[in-house]
């Protein structure tokens, strides 16, 4: 440790400052040896020195203006002790106080102060490279990058042991700077005197990224595979460059380096990742299968791999693979324990789906357990436990508190228990009486008990609310439809709903369903048809059917409305569409 303390930002600057420091960039070290930077947490103030032995030799007014300084950067008052500090660094030009001065101005922000006072002890003590180091240290963190390239040059020469490493981490020194445009330029001219070794050209690959230069950093992170040809991190670098522009042609980048270098993990798991992006799937999971055959119990492997097998309906390879994942030591099995209550579910499995909802923990995934967890419970005519399932899940935000109720009113209904439902809504409605999902749910119960003046209020109230809700207009100019009233009002409505969502099925199938009110049979057709492929609905294979049916074609109405049933036999519409037809 200490002599990356003497290489770029020493300790105490590091403490006071929170400097970035010349370090490999993170994503792996340039070579296998120890990291070249610890991190150390910075304390609220520099840590009082005034008792130091470094002060033993020194007259007594020095030593009481340190303790006026120390006491007062103690106290909160860090310019009045940069000040005290900055005057004593002039009458005594002793290295010790200006070490001070840079590191209490510094931890001021008076970087006129630590870099007049840094320049003063390099006059002093010309040989001194922590002089040299501190300096640039207060040139970097007061952004002034046009004199700082021959500083930095100096401090990675005097390290040759971590230069590969110190050069990694050029990047990271400049992470806060706004202008991209001037790093990349410093660091292009800092990195020169080093371009044979590979992690020069990466360092400038990097920064010309950042500044918006892609043919350049592509040109830079290329040279350091020439350099370094097995180097993992500039591969991953110049597959992503390339990516922007060809994802094939990032593909086959990969394709070749894992060839060439076949323990090549990073680059094997990127290249079966960008695989699944370009949906050649079956290419994807043989780079899975390698690399599980290697690392049978990688998480970063595990979990892809078995959404792939989701993705290709492999539900047992899926399971197995996210059991697996869940013995692991990883921070978060919320997700993996989500895909496998949906599998369980999938295969009729309730009480194992049930077990894996509840380890769902927080986060984006938690509501979602709890919605499916009590769909499963009312499936198996469990209401009661459905609804105390909703009832005791926690709801971070006011408006997930609103998806719960809604969630439970839409139990309600689908247990024919409609004024529950409404009373549920309409009793959280009267709390929060612009809450646009109240509104709007509300509103289509309201319906279904007869009580169009409610429908029509809170329909109303929930454009006025939200002029941009495509749901509001399009339910108001169905519900019109539907009844066979205000059928221009209607169709205008709707086709405002289309203009916000023009590739929303349910909106053209209201389209469809108005025109067919209004008498125009070929233009319903049209629409219907193309809202069924869309999506094969019941509801629109019902008004589909009957347009056919009216239209005489009966045969492909009844083939439709059969199909239609097959798959959704509880749904209402078509039972009674078919009894209607005698199909």
């Not at 294979?541 to 492909?556: I, Q, S």
Request: net charge neutral; glycine share 4%; with cysteine.
């Amino acid at each position: 440790m200490k002599h990356i303390r003497r290489t770029l930002c020493f300790a105490a600057l590091s403490i006071v400052y929170s400097l970035p420091l010349l370090a490999a960039d993170g994503a792996a070290p340039a070579r296998k040896r120890t990291p070249a930077v610890r991190e150390t947490k910075r304390p609220t103030t520099p840590e009082l020195r005034p008792g130091d032995t470094q002060y033993a030799n020194q007259p007594g007014q020095v030593i009481y203006q340190v303790l006026l300084a120390e006491i007062a950067l103690q106290r909160g008052d860090a310019n009045l002790a940069s000040q005290a500090y900055a005057d004593l660094a002039l009458r005594t030009r002793d290295p010790q106080v200006l070490e001070r001065t840079v590191e209490v101005a510094g931890y001021a922000r008076r970087f006129d102060l630590a870099l007049e006072a840094a320049r003063l002890w390099i006059d002093v003590d010309p040989t001194s490279k922590r002089a040299q180091q501190m300096m640039v240290s207060v040139m970097i963190l007061s952004n002034q990058l046009d004199d700082l390239a021959p500083g930095l040059i100096r401090m990675l020469e005097v390290d040759k042991e971590s230069l590969a490493d110190n050069l990694l981490g050029l990047n990271r020194m400049f992470a806060r700077n706004p202008d991209r445009q001037a790093v990349f330029s410093l660091i292009d001219k800092v990195t020169r005197p080093f371009f044979g070794i590979a992690e020069a050209h990466y360092a400038v690959a990097l920064a010309a990224v950042s500044a918006g230069v892609n043919e350049r950093a592509l040109a830079e992170v290329r040279r350091a595979l020439e350099l370094r040809t097995d180097w993992e991190m500039a591969a991953l670098l110049q597959a992503q460059l390339l990516s922007r522009e060809s994802p094939a042609e990032a593909i086959s980048f990969m394709q070749g380096f894992v060839e060439r270098n076949p323990k090549a993990f990073d680059v094997r798991l990127y290249l079966a990742r960008a695989l699944i992006g370009e949906k050649r799937y079956g290419e994807a999971r043989s780079h899975f299968d390698l690399l599980l055959a290697a690392y049978p119990e990688r998480a970063e492997v595990l979990y892809p791999a078995a959404i792939l097998a989701l993705q290709q309906d492999d539900r047992t390879l899926a399971e197995a693979r996210l059991k697996l994942l869940v013995t692991l030591d990883i921070p978060d099995k919320s997700l993996a324990y989500y895909y496998l209550g949906q599998i369980a579910e999938e295969d009729k499995r309730s009480a194992e789906a049930l077990a894996h909802y509840a380890q769902v923990g927080a986060g984006e995934h938690y509501l979602p357990a709890q919605l499916r967890s009590a769909q499963l419970l009312a499936g198996q005519g469990q209401l009661d436990a459905a609804r105390k399932q909703l009832g005791k899940a926690k709801a971070g935000t006011p408006e997930e508190r609103v998806q719960l109720l809604i969630a439970e009113a839409s139990l309600l209904r689908e247990a024919r228990q409609t004024q529950a439902a409404f009373d549920l809504l309409d009793q959280a409605l009267a709390g929060q009486p612009e809450q646009p999902e109240l509104l709007y749910e509300s509103a289509l119960l309201a319906e279904r008990l007869g009580r169009l003046d409610l429908l029509e209020s809170r329909l109303r109230k929930l454009i006025e609310l939200r002029p941009e809700s495509a749901q509001a207009y399009n339910a108001l100019g169905y519900s019109y439809a539907e009844r066979n009233l205000r059928l221009p009002e209607a169709r205008e409505l709707i086709e405002k709903a289309l203009k916000l969502a023009p590739e929303d099925s349910f909106i053209l199938d209201s389209l469809g369903w108005v025109l067919y009110r209004q008498g125009d049979l070929p233009g319903a057709l049209s629409i219907l048809e193309r809202a069924y492929a869309k999506r094969a609905d019941p509801e629109i294979a019902a008004h589909l059917g009957e347009v056919l049916w009216v239209l005489g074609r009966k045969e492909e109405a009844g083939r439709i409305l059969r199909e239609a049933q097959q798959k959704f036999p509880t749904n209402e519409a078509l039972a009674d569409l078919i009894k209607k037809f005698a199909l």
